[in-house]
């Protein structure tokens, strides 16, 4: 199993360049995820999608569009890339969301290895 | 709005020693708390998962408590060794908040030989 892939590893964009990050997971999982990273702030979320052809926004989805065509693969597009938009951006799957025997949930996420992004 | 925190941000010890990282987090409705490791430049490690109904979890010489009334979880490592030197991140999900998990700042642990 690769687990979760990311490509690109690295990007170097123009401001107003659009890009595609592509995520793809082997485990079979229904729900994946694109975080981002930046010193200071953490992950936050950008968007996830609970199934095939669906998606929803998370804390930061501005500037992004994302889609869900086939249950493996989450894709996170950048139309007209930002300075802001610099980051390491993290792709993540798991399970959904199922109770645990006497309440909680068991959904451990699965991160890929992240795509550098820089904005110039 | 929730949060998740973390103290240290940093914390040095010698190879050897017992440590425990801290997570706190501002709303006691929580479905899982989940504990990851990064290594520089790299990806995030699930190490453990505690569900909301479970009071602790154990991975080798890691154990992590969870007290929700309070709402803290701590990381115990025992006997650190320098290849545990990396950044460990606290992430909660809380109930109201659908799928999303809200992080913490992270730890950066420094284990010196």
């Known amino acids: 199993n690769a687990g979760v892939t990311q490509t690109p590893k690295f990007r170097v964009l123009k401001t107003g360049q659009s890009m595609t990050l592509l995520c793809a997971q082997d485990?079979?999982?229904?729900?994946m995820y694109w975080y981002r990273q930046d010193p200071g702030m953490g992950l936050r979320l950008i968007h996830y999608s609970v199934g095939e052809g669906t998606t929803a926004k998370g804390e930061v989805p501005d500037g992004y569009n994302v889609s869900r065509l086939k249950k493996q693969n989450f894709l996170l597009g950048l139309e007209s890339a930002a300075p802001s938009q610099t980051s390491v951006y993290f792709c993540?799957?798991?399970?959904?969301?199922?109770?645990?025997?006497?309440?909680?949930?068991?959904?451990?996420?699965?991160f890929g290895p992240g795509t550098r992004l820089t904005v110039l | 709005k929730q949060e998740v925190t973390q103290i240290p941000a940093a914390l040095s010890v010698p190879e050897g020693e017992n440590l425990v990282l801290n997570c706190s987090f501002t709303d006691s409705a929580i479905y899982n708390l989940q504990w990851f490791r990064q290594d520089p430049g790299k990806g995030l490690t699930s190490l453990l998962l505690i569900q909301s109904s479970q009071r602790e979890q154990t991975s080798g010489r890691l154990n992590a408590s969870l007290d929700k009334s309070s709402g803290r979880s701590t990381l115990y490592i025992a006997a650190s060794q320098p290849g545990d030197s990396a950044t460990y991140l606290c992430a909660v999900m809380f109930n109201n908040a659908g799928n999303m998990l809200t992080f913490g700042g992270g730890t950066r642990l420094m284990v010196k030989p």
């Open positions: 485990m079979n999982h229904e729900y």
């Open positions: 993540a799957s798991s399970y959904s969301l199922v109770s645990g025997t006497s309440g909680g949930a068991y959904n451990e996420q699965f």
